[in-house]
């Protein structure tokens, strides 16, 4: 399998926020879900969509600890390397 | 007993294959226009994207969206402006439905058998469910009173009304939003119905007609807001009608088949009636069930001999369903919708299709064009809107039209 760069794994995370219903140019790293009104059953979503694309597998207490989009794509792009 | 509270409606709304609107259902109707077409009634006009921001429509299934659409309908004419003018824990929410989110099943079935059931939505339970279409309206509008879903077949919206009635007279609520939605149309469902050949062949809805082979499926939605009489009043809101009597029974019979003497039905009509207090002869309309099956028209037409007597061969009764299908669930709803604008435009909308008289079903079916409708007791015109249902159930909604 080939690197996935961190920029990848942003812009593939902001597409599949964006088709939770949050305006895609309203989602930048630093938003919370909260704000984004990204709830825990989106997260779920982003999590089937994540060990699709890259074979990471997200587990119900690693989504508690996020908060932001930036925190996400941390956690999937180091887990992806 | 202490008098009854009385209940009235102050707001209507209704999605269905006639168009997006209330006041479109009855003008369509009464045109004479059939939204029937390749077997089914669908609801082509709504689109989504005109009443709900992406994230509320990909968290609704179809029939909850059509409910929400006309509930914003029905609170909008109800002047409700944003928030219930009661206290919210005042305000109840009763949405029926007969299949439920179906397309949602069937979506997270596909991704199941394809993909394995860790694929499968989070957001599956939370749109298939029943009561998934009362959580959103209650949600959408702030009511916080008794909501829940109500379950019964193609009796289910006016199971659902009766009961919204009776949360108000009881004293348990003040205002409660009512109604019914379904979005089954889809190949499966479709499939499930014509295997037990309850589908016309050739997708043709001719209620009461010699010819009639079957139903037709259809989809949709309809609100009413209901109201505590008085209360309505003080507020200074519009009353466009009563909800004056409810029925309901079993037939105890059969899976599918209704109870062939059609007491079971008659006494529902009866019922409803007595708790409306109005003798037979106060009917001027029926708003029949009017499914295009051999068995129901025939078994309704003796109902309503039975419980309106002589009366029965005097007033028009006529079936929507000739106009838009079976909308299952819905159906009881749209048509307390369509019984009351049709009690309140003094029309008697016409049973489409209708060709081919039946010799045992000799009652006025208004065969395919509208008339005036001729109110029979000088004050508030009354109409009866039937609904029957695959397990039996009966109900009968007595509708007065506006003062």
Known sequence: MSTVTKEQVQDRVIEALASFGPDADSITPDKTFEELDIDSLDLVELAQIVEDDYGVVLKGEDMKELKTVGDAVELISSRAA | ?403
Request: aromatic share 6%.
């Open chain 2, 1 to 403: 007993m202490s008098e009854k509270r009385r209940v009235v409606i102050t707001g209507i709304g209704a999605v269905t294959p006639l168009g997006v609107g209330a006041r479109r259902l009855h003008e369509r109707w009464v045109a004479g226009v059939c939204a029937i077409s390749d077997r089914a009634g669908r609801a082509n006009e709504y689109d989504a994207a005109e009443h709900l921001s992406v994230k509320e429509a990909r968290r609704l299934d179809r029939s909850a969206q059509l409910a929400v659409v006309a509930s914003d309908e029905a609170v909008a004419e109800a002047g409700w402006e944003g928030e219930p003018p009661y206290d919210s824990f005042r305000v109840g929410c009763i949405v029926a439905t007969g299949i439920g989110g179906i397309q949602t099943v069937e979506i997270g079935h596909d991704a199941f058998r394809e993909r394995g059931w860790e694929r499968i939505s989070p957001l599956a339970i939370p749109m298939y469910m029943p009561n998934a279409s009362a959580a959103a309206v209650s949600m959408r509008h702030g009511l916080r009173g008794e909501t829940y879903g109500i379950v019964s077949a193609c009796a289910s919206g006016g199971n659902a009304i009766g009961a919204a009635a009776r949360m108000i007279q009881y004293g348990d609520a003040d205002a409660v939003l009512a109604g019914g939605t379904e979005a089954s149309v889809t190949e499966f469902g479709f499939g499930c119905f014509d295997t037990m050949q309850a589908l016309s062949p050739g997708g043709n809805s001719r209620p009461f007609d010699a010819r009639r082979d079957g139903f037709v499926m259809g989809e949709g939605a309809a609100m009413l807001v209901l109201e505590e009489a008085e209360a309505a009043k003080a507020r200074g809101a519009t009353i466009l009608g009563e909800l004056a009597g409810y029925g309901s029974t079993a037939d105890a019979h059969h899976l599918t088949a209704p109870e062939p003497t059609g007491r079971p039905a008659s006494m529902a009509i009866t019922l409803a009636l007595k708790d409306a207090g109005i003798a037979p002869e106060g009917v001027s309309y029926v708003n029949a069930h009017g499914t295009s099956t051999q068995l129901n028209d025939a078994a309704e037409t003796v109902a309503l001999k039975l419980a309106l007597g002589e009366h029965a061969y005097k007033i028009p009764v006529s079936s929507l369903k000739s106009s838009i299908g079976h909308l299952l669930g819905a159906a009881g709803a749209v048509e307390a919708v369509a019984t009351l604008q049709a009690l309140n435009d003094l029309v008697a909308p016409p049973t489409l299709g209708y060709e081919v008289p039946d010799p045992e079903l000799d009652l006025d079916y208004v065969p395919n064009v509208a008339r005036p409708l001729v109110n029979v007791n000088g004050g508030a015109p009354v109409g009866i809107s039937n609904s029957f249902a695959f397990g039996g159930h009966n109900v009968t909604l007595v509708i007065k039209g506006a003062e």
